[in-house]
């Protein structure tokens, strides 16, 4: 028999992602961990196929009691991904303590680990974009959320346990499935109900005279190219590392709006409000993944580009839902 695969956070944005393409892939012996809370983040599980469903504290508790079978691999995208969460004991609860349970008790086995790291460990990119774990101890987040992964990424390397576990620095994951994210969710997502709402796409104000209104850069990848990443490491178990999970391909705000209004049919129109001032600081003008060592892992596919994964999410689901 097929030992299970573990996926957490599979209520949510990623994870949900995951679990459908293991579903098209032939599996279904999954244990899917999440909070479902009191909102509709239920309906992501909706076309699903999985044993079982815990949440967290009922599955940390079956590992510990033994009461789980052996396991073929855990899958780490459960976390509070708010960058603007303020009670820094949850987040040590939450995304670090967690996190190094569930790595440790694999590691006692022969599990495979494989965990969500961020982007926001790289903070305000100052120190580049570099995932060797050589260079980790130079990086400095912004925010409280971004420390809590990193401390993660700290202790792994701290114990040298690099070589049997994954490690995915994620940037900005855009695509279907995120509906549930609030805030949190992608700027295509909030792009599109607002032309939908009002023929027009707010933008933060640069407050950099190096950027102009709009010009910002991220590192925008699609979720089916995230989920391919992901899903390398379960297919290829030898070794391990800590990976960048972005493009190398840095790409504006205003190009990636402007994508989402082509992708309805529509002219760009484009107003620039100020900054929270909660956020001026803590802000990331740039970021662009270094894709050196995922390909000397073996991950040759190529990406998506932003355009045609924006007219994919735009047409193919965000339309769809509205209807």
């Not at 950027?211 to 590192?219: L, T």
Request: aromatic share 12%; proline share 3%; charged share 25%.
């Amino acid at each position: 028999m097929a030992k299970q695969i573990v996926v957490t956070g599979a209520g949510g944005f990623i994870g949900r992602n995951v679990v459908a393409e293991l579903n098209a892939r032939g599996c279904d012996d999954l244990i899917l961990v999440d909070s479902m809370g009191h909102d509709d983040k239920w309906s992501n599980l909706l076309g699903l196929r999985y044993e079982d469903i815990l949440d967290p504290t009922q599955f940390l508790a079956s590992l510990e009691n033994g009461k789980l079978p052996e396991l073929e691999a855990i899958i780490h995208l459960g976390a509070c991904s708010a960058t603007t969460e303020r009670d820094a004991d949850f987040l040590l609860r939450n995304n670090y303590r967690y996190t190094r349970t569930l790595c440790e008790w694999s590691l006692k086995g022969k599990t495979r680990f494989i965990y969500a790291s961020s982007a926001a460990t790289y903070g305000d990119g100052s120190d580049g974009y570099s995932d060797e774990v050589a260079d980790l101890p130079i990086l400095k987040p912004l925010n409280m959320y971004g420390y809590s992964k990193h401390m993660v990424d700290l202790w792994a390397r701290r114990h040298k346990l690099f070589d049997r576990i994954v490690g995915l620095k994620y940037f900005n994951v855009f695509g279907p499935y995120e509906d549930h994210k609030g805030d949190m969710r992608s700027m295509v997502h909030k792009s599109y109900g607002q032309i939908k709402k009002t023929g027009k796409v707010q933008l933060f104000k640069s407050h950099r005279p190096d950027y102009a209104d709009g010009e910002q850069m991220r590192d925008f990848i699609y979720v089916k190219d995230a989920v391919a990443v992901t899903l390398h490491f379960l297919e290829h178990r030898e070794g391990g590392g800590l990976f960048n999970c972005g493009t190398g391909q840095a790409r504006s705000w205003k190009d990636l709006v402007t994508a989402v209004f082509a992708a309805m049919g529509l002219p760009p129109q484009i107003d620039f409000v100020e900054m929270p001032a909660v956020l001026q600081g803590k802000y990331q003008y740039f970021t662009q993944a270094s894709m050196t060592n995922l390909r000397k892992a073996g991950y040759a596919a190529p990406f998506t580009p932003l355009e045609d994964a924006v007219r994919d999410y735009v047409v193919a689901y965000l339309a769809k839902r509205s209807q």
